[in-house]
């Protein structure tokens, strides 16, 4: 089955600064890769997501890129604010969407400095 | 528009117990998944339910089981719990039989096995 590794497991970012975290997956028949960020004591909550007919997505500060050669996706925050720290998590799924499981990976803690 | 709502928040069980955990879907949305979250890691997928039946199944035992309603509510069952099964159990649910839309998570019951 699908196997998404996320790194880092934890990033602490000065306020302002861009913050990166990188995802790979193993399945190349995967097409659909959402990211989601988790807030404690709350549900994933989805920010982005980027099927595999596409290279690159953006919605204002935040932006994925994927590179299905390499089965690897990465997501781009700019202008970190201190409202961005939280565990985010990227996924992947073979159908897409609501039509099958997602696979995700183990989380990234992010930690915004003031 | 009330968005996935799932019941109870948090329940303490002893081992052997069953337990049902209960989700109700997004406004609009057909088609639930379960995902079960233990502590610092991402959530792993336990099955999906559409038009009544179990559409698809992670790699979880027998002893999880699942319904949904002719309203599209859906429960989570768990025999003869163990300690292993203490975690937050997350219910998304999603639009239409398409398979591209977006799986919205709810925000979980935290279960506590003794």
């Known amino acids: 089955g699908e196997n998404v590794e996320q790194h880092p497991s934890t990033l602490s970012v000065q306020e302002g600064d861009s913050a990166v975290i990188k995802c790979t997956y193993s399945?190349?028949?995967?097409?659909?890769f959402p990211w989601y960020k988790q807030e404690l004591g709350k549900g994933p909550q989805l920010i982005i997501d980027?099927?595999?007919?596409?290279g690159e997505k953006k919605d204002q500060r935040i932006a994925v890129t994927l590179n299905k050669t390499a089965k690897h996706f990465s997501l781009h925050i700019t202008e970190t604010q201190p409202e961005d720290s939280a565990v985010y998590f990227c996924?992947?799924?073979?159908?897409?969407?609501?039509?099958?499981?997602?696979?995700f990976g183990k989380g990234t803690h992010l930690i915004i400095q003031p | 528009d009330a968005g996935v709502t799932q019941s109870p928040t948090h329940l303490i069980k002893t081992r052997g117990q069953q337990v049902t955990l209960r989700c109700s879907p997004k406004?609009?949305?057909?088609?639930v998944s379960w995902y079960q979250q233990a502590l610092g890691q991402g959530p792993q997928f336990i099955f999906q339910?559409?038009?009544?039946?179990?559409?698809q199944r992670g790699n979880f035992p027998d002893r999880f089981s699942g319904h949904q309603f002719p309203n599209y509510s859906s429960e989570l069952n768990v025999n003869a719990l163990l300690l292993g099964d203490s975690a937050l159990y997350l219910c998304?649910?999603?639009?239409?039989?398409?398979?591209?839309?977006?799986?919205?998570f709810g925000p979980g019951t935290r279960l506590l096995v003794l």
């Open positions: 996924a992947a799924s073979i159908r897409g969407g609501g039509a099958d499981g997602l696979t």
């Open positions: 399945d190349s028949a995967s097409n659909y």
């Open positions: 998304a649910s999603s639009p239409g039989a398409g398979g591209s839309e977006t799986q919205y």
């Open positions: 339910y559409y038009e009544e039946e179990e559409r």
């Open positions: 980027i099927r595999s007919n596409v």
């Open positions: 406004s609009g949305h057909d088609t």
